[in-house]
């Protein structure tokens, strides 16, 4: 094998291992946490284009919740989807802070983001606000990447 392929493999059992809490979590809170509003999301998302879009719920956040539902029409699936979503997140993070950090310090982030009960919680909330803390962290993680890459001086940007 590659030193590649290792890698490949690798990075896919610190995702598995990103995965596991997240779904013992939504099996323990099944089908998810909500919030009261979800009601009227879950209702404007199998309405989408046969009326007016309400003013409190993000648009793009609509439209992304009625793509998935046409996959699988079920609110438990929403949650899977960011679980999968905050462990590739965090799988990518370490990537770029592999060039930074030494391997105790990549262990001790590792640990935390993935064994922490707030995120955890966070991430299988189904709630309009929700995905905004994953968004954050993903942009924060592509800037420092950007960053990165031009302190190296391989980067487009």
Known sequence: MTFGALKKIYLFILWIIAVIPGLIYLFAYNPCI??????????????????????????FYLILLSYLIKIVDSI??????????????????IM???????????????CFMVFNYCNIIQIITVWKDAIYV?????????LIEVKYKRCLGTSNL
Request: hydrophobic letters at 55%; zero cysteines.
């Open 134 to 142: 994953p968004a954050l962290f993903w942009l924060v993680h592509y």
């Open 34 to 59: 909500t919030a009261g509003d979800d009601v009227v999301i879950w209702d404007t998302i199998h309405k989408i284009g046969t009326g007016r879009l309400i003013d409190w719920i993000p648009p």
């Open 96 to 110: 770029v802070l592999a060039h930074v950090i030494d391997n105790k310090g990549i262990g001790l982030y590792y």
């Open 76 to 93: 438990t699936f929403l949650a899977i989807v960011q679980i999968f979503l905050w462990a590739y997140v965090i799988v990518e993070s």
